[in-house]
């Protein structure tokens, strides 16, 4: 069975593939200069919005049903209204996720405007023509977008799996009532920030209190409150446990 992670980074390499083909299609129409200003039209939002707001409402629901069901310990209490987690995880998509999204988009066209600029920079040194130009536009779009879809899609599909089960099983605790503690989790290897390493350390801290990672304060690994370096690829975890064991 394929991990989330795997499942959310074969849907934005399929992402990276199609609007790479877009790009490169739209090459064949334009001269260099338009396909530039295409590129807003190339490389919308939309379609990265709706992979987030897919990812964030399936797969946040599952932990969400999860973490509240394993601390109520009631089969039939997991979840009263999914209504309402679809409603709250928007109001997150939209604010504290949005900037995540559009970050997306904003690189991806930078990376491709400078590999055009660079293609007909390289054609105007070495006199090629216009159709020549292309084809080295053509090349560079098509390595760029790949090494994308290979690399850029694996990063995000970690970073935003973890933030999406973390923020869930973090709300599916707070929605219980119960006087819940919670703990960050990392793992004990190498490729472990330092930061992240030493929480492993920390004592429980109650459900609304905020863990201090390297000097920033987080509710729970993935936060968008914290900086790059401190969500970028994190494998980190939250554990939890009720008054039956404070």
């Known amino acids: 069975m394929k991990s989330d992670e795997e499942i959310w980074r074969a849907k934005f390499s399929g992402y990276f593939s199609r609007t790479k083909n877009k790009i490169l299609k739209a090459n064949e129409k334009y001269d260099p200069t338009e ?6 039209e190339l490389i919308p939002v939309e379609p990265v919005y709706d992979i ?10 599952k932990y969400y049903r999860t973490t509240r069901k394993e601390l109520l310990k009631a089969e039939n209490k997991a979840f009263e209204n999914k209504g309402e ?3 709250a995880i928007q109001i997150y998509i939209d604010t504290e996720v ?3 999204i559009t970050g997306v988009t904003d690189v991806s066209r930078t990376i491709t405007e400078k590999a055009i600029r660079a293609a007909v920079q390289e054609g105007l040194e070495n006199g090629y023509g216009i159709e020549k130009t292309k084809r080295l536009i053509a090349k560079s779009v098509d390595a760029k977008w790949l090494a ?5 899609a694996r990063v995000i599909a970690r970073t935003e799996t973890i933030t999406s089960l973390n923020h869930a099983s973090y709300q599916g605790a707070l929605s219980t009532g119960l006087e819940v503690q919670k703990a960050w989790l990392s793992y004990k290897d190498s490729r472990t920030r330092e930061d992240h390493y030493e929480m492993n350390s920390n004592d429980y801290i109650p459900i609304d209190a905020d863990f201090i990672v390297g000097g920033q304060l ?3 690994p993935g936060d968008p409150s914290g900086s790059a370096a401190n969500l970028i690829s ?10 039956d064991f404070i």
């Open 35 to 40: 396909l530039i200003y295409q590129l807003p």
């Open 218 to 220: 987080m509710q729970h």
């Open 85 to 87: 987690w679809e409603q």
């Open 148 to 152: 994308m879809r290979r690399n850029r």
């Open 234 to 243: 994190c494998r980190c975890g939250l554990i939890f446990k009720t008054p």
């Open 98 to 100: 949005a900037t995540r």
């Open 52 to 61: 987030y707001d897919r990812l964030y409402k399936q797969l946040g629901y």
